[in-house]
């Protein structure tokens, strides 16, 4: 099969390393891709949501399936697009159509979608520009921190939170009247704060059946300890320790299949990924959000515990028979360590030499926001999050340890990374 993987960052990054293992892809394409992307196939000079450009694209190159990495395209109806258009339909889509989608481009949508279905979340209401007062006074009901979440997407930065009702109530303000997100805050979801321990359920569905995704656990906050702005995500561990059977089971009955079988009975075609942003709250799951896809940097930690074909779980999701097809999870641990541009998430600069990633050894080095230099045998930073270093260990500590070792060989100008990953899990290792 010939496969069209679109994004640029570390998860497609991942998704083209294990995509290329399989019999069944003869070729590779990645629109626009990376510099580590194209170690796997063939970059291709297309932007995301250029749908007209990649119809041509794949039509050009006899396209049979294509693979959505980011969220964009899916929020903006790449799915449809394709399914819809006498020349693509016969091309298979790993990603929800537009209204799936909607799970992770409206966050009113998805709330209501939980509370509909009795899938447990926090209590929240919505706020638009005429009601900034009325959210003002639902603030005063809540105990802080307050919870503010931009509808729309916001790149994994839409969500504020505060421990000061003066701040809240300003940053609603800025959201709501002064565009603080952009179109993404139109809208502003406010919730109540919930207490606990997240971690990322991740499984892949053919809209009846579905299969389950190792568990990981990301880190959000640019700063140790969890402090600082949020940033897209500055690392991820997999398996996660508090992860047993009895709350897995819980996470399956309460919120995963009930999800599902939303889904359908909204009518609501979907096939692809669904990422379940949960937080364990004394032992109880609670879904903090959806995403339609896979998560980055989860995916660079989740991945490389697939064991089994991945090609076979894709073409399951394309056929509908999902249910008969096998997935094989490796039981070692991983940690991904991701290398961030310095200054991200604020201002931060490109074109910086990355030195290093030949001598790595004992790590898997995911591209994120890199490029090649075209003049020269030389590769550049081209974004925040710039490269993540994957390790497996038969523990936590010692995958941890390997990538921390090869982060100190990788270099570039302005290089930072948080150096505290799982150390707030240590507690749950037996």
Request: charged letters at 25%; hydrophobic letters at 40%; one cysteine or more.
């Amino acid at each position: 099969m010939n496969i069209l993987l679109i994004g640029s960052g570390g998860r497609e990054h991942a998704l083209a390393w294990k995509i290329v293992q399989s019999k069944h892809c003869s070729h590779l394409f990645i629109a626009p891709g990376n510099a580590g992307t194209s170690l796997h196939g063939t970059n291709v000079d297309i932007g995301v949501n250029d749908f007209e450009k990649l119809k041509a694209f794949a039509l050009d190159h006899q396209i049979d399936m294509l693979v959505v990495g980011p969220e964009d395209p899916l929020v903006n109806g790449i799915h449809d697009f394709f399914a819809e258009d006498a020349e693509l339909k016969h091309i298979s889509v790993i990603g929800p159509k537009k209204k799936g989608a909607l799970l992770e481009g409206s966050k009113d949508f998805s709330k209501d979608f939980m509370i509909r279905y009795n899938i447990p979340t926090a209590a929240y209401q919505t706020f638009d520009k005429n009601s900034i007062q009325v959210g003002i006074e639902f603030l005063k009901t809540l105990n802080p921190p307050y919870v503010l979440k931009a509808d729309g997407l916001a790149a994994g930065k839409g969500v504020i939170i505060s421990e000061s009702f003066d701040e809240a109530s300003e940053e609603l303000r800025l959201m709501l009247s002064e565009d603080k997100f952009g179109a993404a805050s139109a809208k502003v979801v406010i919730e109540e704060f919930l207490s606990g321990v997240e971690m990322s359920v991740f499984v892949i569905t053919d809209g009846k059946d579905y299969k389950l995704f190792p568990v990981a656990k990301d880190y959000k906050r640019i700063g140790e300890g969890d402090t600082g702005l949020n940033t897209g995500g500055m690392g991820s561990i997999s398996h996660v320790p508090f992860m047993d059977d009895e709350l897995m089971q819980k996470v399956e009955d309460k919120v995963i299949k009930p999800t599902i079988d939303g889904l359908i009975n909204d009518g609501i075609e979907y096939k692809g990924f669904i990422f379940f942003g949960l937080i364990n709250v004394e032992g109880e799951p609670y879904v903090i959000e959806y995403n339609a896809r896979m998560g980055d940097p989860e995916t660079e930690s989740v991945v490389p515990r697939i064991k089994s074909d991945i090609m076979e779980l894709f073409m399951g999701v394309a056929e509908g028979n999902l249910a008969n097809r096998n997935i094989e999870i490796d039981p070692r641990q991983t940690a991904a360590i991701m290398l961030v541009s310095g200054g991200y998430p604020e201002a931060y600069e490109k074109n910086k030499t990355i030195t290093g990633i030949e001598e790595v050894s004992n790590s898997l080095v995911f591209h994120a926001g890199t490029k090649q230099d075209a003049n020269a045998d030389e590769v550049l930073t081209n974004g925040g999050r710039v490269i993540a270093i994957t390790s497996y260990g038969d523990t936590m500590q010692e995958a941890l340890e390997k990538s921390y070792t090869n982060a100190k060989i990788i270099d570039f100008e302005g290089k930072y990374y948080r150096t505290d990953l799982g150390k707030d899990l240590e507690k749950f290792i037996k």
